[in-house]
C-alpha cells in the first residue's frame, strides 16, 4: 500500500456559442460545469460497479477542475488514495462521466459536440514510482539457516524465493550459503561477507521462538546500528495477513555499510517479507553514501 495519485483529462469541443453559455453559468439544465464536477466525482466513486476487473478502494480525494478555451473544454480529474492498487480507472471515469453531464446539460441547445481525447497524463505511488540504483559491484548474499536443509533432508524454498525476487530487481548475481541452526556458524558467516565488503546479506530461517531458533542472536552480536523500521514494515504486512507474523524476531542492522535483514524460514513468510521491504530497502545505500531523502 501505498500514497497513489492519477491524472486524467477528456476533452468536450463545442461551438464557440455553447461555451459562452457553459461559462454564463446559465443553461437550460442549470450550472452545468458544478453538475458535472458532482458527476465525476461520483463516476470515480462508483468506478468499481462499472469496470468489471475494478474493486472498491477508499479514495481520499476526487478532483474535477476545467480549462476552457474558445472552442472546447478540458475536464481534468485527479484522483488520491493510499491503496495497493492504481487508481488511474478512477481518474479515467471521472473524466468521461463529467465530459458526458457536459453534453447532456448542453445538448438542448446544440448536439453538435465530440467527446475526446481521454488519456492518463500522470500517475505516481506504486513499486514503479520507487527505482533505486545499486550501487557499483553490488554484492549479495542469501544465507539459509536449517538444520534439516544443512542435512539435505529438507529442501530450501525459502533461498529459493529470495534468490527469484532479487532478479526482478536486476540482482542476479548472488552467494548462497545453507548453514545449520548454530549461532557461532551464522555469526562467523555475517563476518565473514562483511570483510569480503558485501552490501547486502539476507538469512531466512531462525527467527522464531523455537529452541534452535538463533539466527538473530548471531545477528545482534555483528550490526554495529538497528534499522527497526525494515522489519516493523515486514512483520506490519505480514500481520494483515496472519496473525502469527508477529510471532517473528527478526532484526534488520548495519555493520559498517554491510545491511543484515533476517527473514522468516517459511516460503510465504519470506516472500510476503520481500515484498513489504523492497524496493525501499534499496533506498537506504542512497542514505548511506550521504545522499539522504
Same mark, same amino acid.
Not at 470515480?44 to 472498491?56: G, L, V
Not at 463529467?98 to 505516481?124: C, H, R
Given at each position: ?33 458544478? =453538475? ?7 463516476? !470515480?466513486?462508483?468506478t ?41 480507472m478512477? !481518474? ?79 540482482i ?16 562467523? !558467516? ?23 531458533? =538463533? ?6 552480536? =555483528?550490526?554495529?546500528?538497528? =534499522?527497526?523500521?525494515?522489519?516493523e514494515? !515486514? ?10 507474523s ?43 553514501a550521504?545522499?539522504?531523502?
Amino acid at each position: 500500500m501505498t500514497l497513489r495519485r492519477a491524472k486524467a483529462q477528456a476533452v468536450l469541443r463545442a461551438t464557440p456559442q455553447l461555451i459562452d453559455i457553459l461559462k454564463s453559468r446559465k443553461g437550460p439544465k442549470g450550472d452545468a460545469l458544478e =453538475v458535472a464536477k458532482t458527476a465525476g466525482i461520483l463516476g !470515480a466513486k462508483r468506478t468499481w460497479e462499472i469496470i468489471p476487473y475494478c474493486h472498491p478502494l477508499p479514495l481520499d480525494q476526487v478532483t474535477i477542475d476545467y480549462e476552457i478555451h474558445e472552442d472546447r473544454v478540458v475536464i481534468i480529474a485527479q484522483a488520491t488514495a493510499v491503496w495497493k492498487t492504481g487508481i488511474e480507472m478512477e !481518474a479515467l471515469v471521472a473524466a468521461q462521466i463529467a465530459a458526458t453531464t457536459l453534453f447532456d446539460m448542453l445538448k438542448p441547445v446544440d448536439n453538435n459536440m465530440e467527446i475526446g481525447e481521454i488519456k492518463i497524463l500522470e500517475k505516481t505511488g506504486g513499486k514503479s514510482s520507487f527505482k533505486e540504483e545499486l550501487p557499483r559491484d553490488f554484492k549479495v548474499a542469501v544465507i539459509v539457516t536449517s538444520d534439516g536443509t544443512f542435512q539435505g533432508i529438507r529442501r530450501d524454498k525459502s533461498g529459493q524465493i529470495i534468490r527469484e525476487k532479487l532478479a526482478g530487481f536486476g540482482i542476479v548475481d548472488c552467494e548462497y550459503l545453507v548453514l545449520p541452526d548454530e549461532k557461532e556458524k551464522i555469526r562467523q !558467516a555475517l563476518l565473514g561477507f562483511y570483510e569480503k565488503r558485501f552490501h547486502l546479506v539476507i538469512t531466512t530461517g531462525g527467527t522464531g521462538l523455537g529452541p534452535r531458533d =538463533v539466527t538473530v542472536e548471531a545477528t545482534q552480536e =555483528v550490526i554495529d546500528r538497528v =534499522v527497526p523500521g525494515i522489519m516493523e514494515a !515486514a512483520r506490519s504486512f505480514g500481520q494483515q495477513r496472519t496473525p502469527y507474523s508477529m510471532l517473528s524476531r527478526g532484526l534488520a542492522g548495519l555493520k559498517g555499510q554491510m545491511l543484515i535483514v533476517n527473514l522468516p524460514g517459511s516460503s510465504r513468510g519470506a516472500q510476503e517479507s520481500l515484498e513489504a521491504i523492497f524496493p525501499g530497502l534499496l533506498h537506504s545505500y542512497k542514505m548511506m553514501a550521504g545522499g539522504g531523502h
